[in-house]
């Protein structure tokens, strides 16, 4: 393992200070508006430079104290400036208009479930295909840097759910990183095996506000499962 999951040295962190409306925005929509849409086995896109590099010290330093695998709902969680900001961002609705244009799907009135990710674990990134409740999902990767492809933790995108060998694309998760793609009844995706920190903030949108409760209250209780066993997470992560 890279990092010590139990080890909770960035509650020592001191988080800066809240970022001014004068700050250069951080997310980077040009970087997606430009990104290449593939259609086969199902639309998705890639695209890197979607975050400000110069924040990529802050950003680490404002992440939220996560300690454990698994994804977590923002409700759950306590951030503070640059990490701040780059929500607000995600939350604005220009990004979901760059997204619909991009995916071919109309995203803008549709509800938002935002979830945050610190570590990985060795069950985490199966192959898997999201359910009917999702109609598109964007990730962004905010690790500084990324092993070779041998050591696991690129989000791939797969012709099946049988093995890692049936890879089309994968994209790694550096800084900046990014991958959305719009479900459908063949959308398999997942990453190889990799155990250590691995940062990204998932974005998805949902058919409706009843989703997105019982996708909230479903992950309220999963935060309640790991605080008892520490090494509960999710098996299907992006």
């Not at 508006?33 to 924040?55: C, D, I, K, R």
């Not at 306590?78 to 995600?90: D, Q, V």
Request: aromatic share 10%.
């Amino acid at each position: 393992m890279q990092s010590t999951m139990n080890k909770k040295t960035d509650a020592l962190s001191q988080p800066s200070a809240p970022l001014e409306d004068s700050s250069p925005r951080i997310l980077r929509l040009e970087s997606i508006a430009q990104a290449q849409v593939a259609h086969e086995p199902f639309t998705y896109l890639f695209a890197q430079n979607t975050l400000l590099s110069e924040m990529t010290t802050v950003l680490k330093q404002d992440f939220p104290v996560i300690d454990r695998p698994g994804f977590f709902p923002l409700s759950t969680l306590k951030y503070n400036g640059a990490f701040h900001a780059l929500i607000k961002e995600l939350q604005a609705p220009e990004l979901a208009e760059v997204l619909s244009k991009k995916l071919g799907t109309d995203l803008r009135d549709k509800p938002r479930m935002i979830t945050v990710r610190k570590w990985s674990a060795a069950k985490d990134g199966r192959i898997h295909n999201d359910g009917e409740a999702k109609i598109a999902t964007s990730l962004f990767y905010l690790n500084d840097e990324w092993p070779n492809a041998e050591e696991g933790g690129r989000f791939c995108v797969l012709k099946s759910e049988r093995s890692f060998n049936d890879t089309v694309a994968e994209v790694a998760p550096g800084f900046g990183g990014f991958a959305a793609f719009r479900r459908s009844d063949n959308s398999w995706h997942g990453h190889r095996p990799f155990v250590g920190e691995r940062r990204v903030i998932q974005v998805t949108w949902l058919r409706s506000q009843e989703d997105l409760e019982r996708k909230e209250k479903r992950g309220r209780t999963s935060l309640f499962l790991k605080r008892l066993l520490p090494f509960f997470g999710d098996s299907y992560t992006n």
